[in-house]
Every structure is written in C-alpha cells, then in structure tokens.
T-cell receptor, first 114, second 118 residues
Framework: GAVVSQHPSRVICKSGTSVKIECRSLDFQATTMFWYRQFPKQSLMLMATSNEGSKATYEQGVEKDKFLINHASLTLSTLTVTSAHPEDSSFYIC??????????FGPGTRLTVT | AQKVTQAQTEISVVEKEDVTLDCVYETRDTTYYLFWYKQPPSGELVFLIRRNSFDEQNEISGRYSWNFQKSTSSFNFTITASQVVDSAVYFCALSEGRNTGTASKLTFGTGTRLQVTL
C-alpha cells in the first residue's frame, strides 16, 4: 500500500514557540492532504483539508492563523502550530489522498508543549 | 451532516472469546463509504476494511468479519476467537462517496477500546 510519513514523530517545545510538522506521501502524488488532531482517549477530529496549490479549508472552530497549513507540492504538506500553548499538546495525524476514496494515514506526531 | 456513533466505549474480553463492536452511522448521501481502523498503543492507524454503500455483502477476513445493514445504518465488526494482540482502539469512519475530484474527508466515531486478557 501507499506510504505516508510524518516528521517528527515526537516533539517537545516551550510555550510560545512554533513547531512545524511535515507530512509526506512517499510513493504517490497526493492531491489532497488532511490534518487530524487526537486528544488522549478521544477520537480523531479533522482540523483542515488542503489541496495542492490552494489554500487549506479549515473545520469550524480551528484557528487558521494558529494552525498554518501549506501544501506546496503533491508529496508534501506542513502543519505549523504557531505560538504553541500547553492546550495544543495533542497527537497530530495527517493523511494523504487521491480522488476517490483512497486516504493513507501517517504514523502521527505527538506534540507536547511545556 | 455525517455522524458515526460507537456506543461501546470500552469492552473487555478474555482471550478466545468472540466480540462484536457496534457502529451506527448517519448520512444524507446515497453514496458513501464505511471504514474500520485499528489504533494500537503506538498510535498509528491501521486500515481494516472499506465498504461502499452499494455493497451490503458481509465480509470475512480471517478472524475478522463485518456486517453491513443499510436498513439499520449499522456496520458492525466481529472478532472471532480474540487474541491479546487485538487489544487496541477501533474506530468506525464514514466518508462521502461522490466523485468530487478530490479525496473525501473522514468522519470518525468516538472509538471502542478493546482489552483482551489471558
């Protein structure tokens, strides 16, 4: 199956700093990438959808100025958490997809803000 | 709006027991897809199955089986002869099936935590 990588797998940052998470589709071109957030013992909640070359579409309640998403190429999307705070600590998962139903998930990035 | 309900928050069984995880969904779409994912403690989602709304055939894959019933909007998942390695959180998910030219987002249920003990 298709492979999606995420980097870093774990990151600890201080409150007020920004952190960037990369999502790469390694063996296919992803026209769409999705970013999900998962708090401990909770479900995955979609944060935003990004299509290559266009602005991301954010779900209601997600601050687009805080969670910057860039999908500059068909194999790379980045999520930047700006001015991170402890409440942003979470498990962030990306998925990459092609038209139709296919969506492949990355292994996730665990963010801890101290 | 799409919605997926997994009423069972946690299930605990003894190894070799059969266990069924329930999933009920809501959608206005006539074409849609249903999924099951496994999330072990490592956090990585493991794809188990996809079913489209026009295919109500039940499916069996080894110890896993799925029962899709459109009449009750349910897509239940059964593990036969459970094993300790089946311990994980299982998510049911739903996506629209329209060909919009882009991949469709998934709506996840709240998940069922399965604990299989010896």
């Amino acid at each position: 199956g298709a492979v999606v990588s995420q980097h870093p797998s774990r990151v600890i940052c201080k409150s007020g700093t920004s952190v960037k998470i990369e999502c790469r589709s390694l063996d296919f071109q992803a026209t769409t990438m999705f970013w999900y957030r998962q708090f401990p013992k909770q479900s995955l909640m979609l944060m935003a959808t990004s299509n290559e070359g266009s602005k991301a579409t954010y779900e209601q309640g997600v601050e687009k100025d805080k969670f910057l998403i860039n999908h500059a190429s068909l194999t790379l999307s980045t999520l930047t958490v700006t001015s991170a705070h402890p409440e942003d600590s979470s498990f962030y998962i990306c998925s990459a997809g092609r038209p139709g139903w296919e969506q492949y998930f990355g292994p996730g990035t665990r963010l801890t803000v101290t | 709006a799409q919605k997926v309900t997994q009423a069972q928050t946690e299930i605990s069984v003894v190894e070799k027991e059969d266990v069924t995880l329930d999933c009920v969904y809501e959608t206005r779409d006539t074409t849609y897809y249903l999924f099951w994912y496994k999330q072990p403690p490592s956090g990585e989602l493991v794809f188990l199955i996809r079913r489209n709304s026009f295919d109500e055939q039940n499916e069996i894959s080894g110890r896993y089986s799925w029962n899709f019933q459109k009449s009750t909007s349910s897509f239940n998942f059964t593990i036969t002869a459970s094993q300790v390695v089946d311990s994980a959180v299982y998510f049911c998910a739903l996506s629209e099936g329209r060909n919009t030219g882009t991949a469709s987002k998934l709506t996840f249920g709240t998940g069922t935590r399965l604990q299989v003990t010896l």
